[in-house]
Structures are given as structure tokens and as C-alpha cells.
């Protein structure tokens, strides 16, 4: 038998990840996988692949890895690590409505964060020369919750908050047909 000695952040950042996979592994048991955050799914695809390379390389030697595998082996598995890499591949994803002859409203998508039920969707919104910096809020089912849009060229040292609805309300159905139709089927289903 091998023993392996290791220092103690060594052991101490073995210890954080197995209490983060067991949170993991817990809230995928509770919610089912589609709960998970996608900087969740890819810590667990590479603990996953390390896994499987170690006990490639337990069996085999380490003359039986190639090049890619050691790598993988000799990344930093940490969530701060994999959070840091992990890139959604809908990142940047631009939508424009489509009203014929009405205003042109452009939606760009930064990053989705899960909560207990619902989706929150970041991202920019461009409308009548503006930028707005905000967030769609859905139901699991897909349904509009809210959605919340304040000028990206604000200065937060005064309290003049400029919000999308403040001087566009009387588009509000615009909005949420554009949200509703172009934007949260597309992202939700990607």
C-alpha cells in the first residue's frame, strides 16, 4: 500500500471540495440536476474527468496518460478556480424584436443565476438610443415574473436611479412580449 502526504492546505482544500461536492450532490439529490448552477454541472464534470484520470492512473501508470489528462490532473479544483473558467456558452447571445415598424429593442445576455424557484436572466438592454443594465425574472415553467432595468450611465453617488419603466411605461406590453416571445424561450432552452 502507497501513502500519500500531503500539508495541511493541502488537506484543507481536499476537505473544501469534498464539502462542496456533497452540497453539490446534495441540492442535485433534492432538486434534481437541472437545479444546479452551471458553474456547478462543470465543477462536477471536472471533479468527474480528475476522477477518472487518477483511477486511469492508478491502474495504469503514469506512462499511460497523455498529455491533456496530466493537465487536467495538475488543474487547481477549487470553486473559485472552476467558477473563474467556466464560461456559459450563451454569454453575449444578442436578441432584437421584432415589431415591423415600432422601436427597436435589443437585449444582450450577460449570465443566469438560479434561485429556489425562479431564473434570474442579466443582461444589457438597448432602447431609443439608451443602454440599460438589468434583469428578467422567470418562473421554473418559463412564465415572466418581473423585470428590472436601470441606465448603464448612471452615477450611483446620486439617488436619480433612471429605470427602463420610468420613462417607458406606456410600452410595458412591448417589453414583455419582446421577453416573453424572443428572449426567455430562446435562453431557457438553449
Given at each position: ?59 495504469h ?28 456558452d ?41 443602454e ?7 418562473n ?32 410595458k ?18
Amino acid at each position: 500500500m502507497m501513502k500519500i502526504i500531503i500539508n495541511e492546505s493541502q488537506f484543507t482544500r481536499l476537505v473544501e471540495n469534498q464539502n462542496y461536492i456533497d452540497s453539490i450532490l446534495d441540492k442535485m439529490s433534492d432538486k434534481g440536476y437541472e437545479s444546479l448552477s452551471i458553474d456547478e454541472k462543470k465543477f462536477l464534470e471536472f471533479f468527474s474527468n480528475q476522477e477518472r484520470i487518477r483511477e486511469k492512473q492508478k491502474l495504469h501508470g503514469n506512462e499511460s496518460l497523455n498529455d491533456e489528462e496530466k493537465n487536467i490532473l495538475n488543474l487547481d479544483l477549487s470553486p473559485e478556480t472552476i467558477s473563474l473558467e467556466v464560461e456559459d456558452d450563451r454569454e453575449g447571445m444578442s436578441f432584437e424584436s421584432s415589431f415591423g415598424d415600432g422601436p427597436q429593442i435589443t437585449f444582450i445576455f450577460d449570465y443566469e443565476e438560479k434561485e429556489k424557484n425562479e431564473i434570474h436572466l442579466y443582461g444589457t438592454l438597448y432602447f431609443n438610443g439608451m443602454e440599460y443594465h438589468g434583469v428578467i425574472v422567470t418562473n421554473k415553467s418559463q412564465d415572466l415574473i418581473d423585470f428590472d432595468f436601470i441606465d448603464a450611465n448612471i452615477d450611483f453617488t446620486t439617488k436619480d436611479v433612471v429605470n427602463l419603466m420610468d420613462s417607458n411605461y406606456d410600452k410595458k406590453g412591448m417589453f414583455e412580449y419582446f421577453f416573453e416571445n424572443d428572449v426567455i424561450p430562446q435562453l431557457l432552452t438553449f
